[in-house]
């Protein structure tokens, strides 16, 4: 009884805090409607323009249409201390961490990771490393002569593939359900718009991250009103890194199911290699991020989703760490513990993927390509005021 009054709690809470942020973005959109300094700085601004109130769908929309640069509070004239205190990045970080939980399914598990982001992602790879380091030691020692490079021989190829296919198929599940949850809400019926063209333009602002280019191309505000693009310069270690790691581990699937061909695969053959190069571009990124992540004026950024951020940012690296020491080590008898450890931190991302700050990147690509498909269409305020 006790955990469920404390689900309801925490779900109380949740919607509290969500009614208290939409009415805040309310507030500030319409001061920032009224002035219109910042109507070039990023897709958030012509976003607003389209619309005179702001409901909870607008607030999530426009939430993850923005890329938190910043720009737009150290050319505020009306942020703090003006009594209006206009910060439209920190107030829309604080909507955008509501959806993760709004839309996460089941909620319950949103709630639970919106509070405790880096200390679940840290529990559950660790507990989930204890457990397969536990299994192993029940065969003898995590330290292993004579099967230096066979993985297989540690965990079944068909065990792991059970127990990692299926915890990465629910995740994939869950954040589909939520992203379409979010899409019905925020999507509204309009004059029909050429698909492909907003596609491509949606998918060119995913791909070369535009909007962490503070609308002027000098990058983003971090801890200051200076400009930097090392925010964007990491995003793209990241990003690219870990799309080198997922071409690497789907290639790697194609040679054992198709040519039958088991890893470990030769250092110098393509899974190997794409997978060497996602997994220095996930060290450098995260790194680079997390750096960032300490030094962020605090008026930026919403303090309570540190801790998410910061969780995503331990589970790439770790995985990129672990997988990297695998590689090098995988011939020696430490590879049993290498490999258990390298599947706890690979396992937590998995579960915790729809409800950290992967999520993030999934309702942006969202939000990005709704903001192209609707800025196709006539302004409706124009349209009202003719």
């Known amino acids: 009884m006790a955990a469920i009054d404390n689900l309801m709690n925490l779900a109380a809470e949740a919607e509290s805090a969500l009614d208290a942020n939409v009415a805040e973005v309310d507030r500030i959109l319409h001061i920032c409607n009224a002035c219109r300094y910042c109507e070039t700085f990023c897709a958030v601004f012509p976003a607003m323009t389209r619309r005179l109130d702001f409901n909870v769908a607008d607030a999530h929309y426009l939430a993850n249409l923005c890329h938190n640069c910043s720009a737009c509070l150290y050319a505020c004239q009306y942020a703090a201390p003006h009594e209006f205190g206009v910060n439209v990045p920190k107030t829309l970080a604080q909507v955008r961490r509501d959806t993760y ?182 060290l450098i990124g995260p790194v680079g991020l997390f750096w960032l992540n300490l030094r962020r004026n605090p008026l930026q950024i919403d303090e309570a989703q540190r801790s998410m951020d910061r969780g995503f940012i331990a589970l790439l690296f770790f995985v990129s760490l672990t997988g990297l020491a695998l590689l090098v080590w995988r011939e020696s008898a430490a590879m049993p513990l290498l490999l258990a450890v390298h599947l706890g931190f690979v396992m937590g991302f998995f579960l915790t993927l729809p409800y950290g700050k992967f999520a993030h990147g999934i309702f942006r690509c969202a939000a990005l390509l709704k903001y192209a498909i609707e800025k196709r269409r006539p302004n409706p305020v124009q349209a009202g005021s003719e």
Do not use: Q
Request: hydrophobic content about 50%; charged content about 15%.
């Open 101 to 282: 939980v709004e839309y996460a399914f089941p909620r319950v598990l949103g709630m639970l990771y919106r509070r405790n982001g880096l200390t679940v992602a840290m529990a559950v790879s660790l507990g989930v490393a204890a457990f397969l380091i536990g299994t192993i030691l029940l065969k003898g020692s995590v330290f292993v002569h004579g099967l230096e490079g066979e993985f297989y021989a540690i965990f079944p190829h068909n065990l792991l593939a059970v127990l990692f296919g299926s915890a990465f198929g629910f995740s994939i599940l869950a954040l589909s359900i939520g992203v379409a949850r979010f899409w019905r809400e925020v999507s509204e019926p309009g004059k029909p718009v050429p698909l492909p063209n907003a596609l491509g333009e949606a998918t060119r602002s995913v791909l070369t991250l535009k909007y962490l280019d503070g609308g002027h191309g000098d990058g983003c505000n971090n801890e200051d009103d200076a400009f930097t693009l090392w925010r964007r310069r990491f995003h793209h270690f990241t990003f690219y890194g870990f799309m080198l790691c997922f071409a690497s581990t789907s290639l790697a699937t194609l040679y054992h199911y198709l040519f039958a061909v088991e890893a470990p695969y030769p250092y110098l053959s393509l899974p190997v290699l794409l997978g060497t190069a996602g997994g220095i571009g996930l």
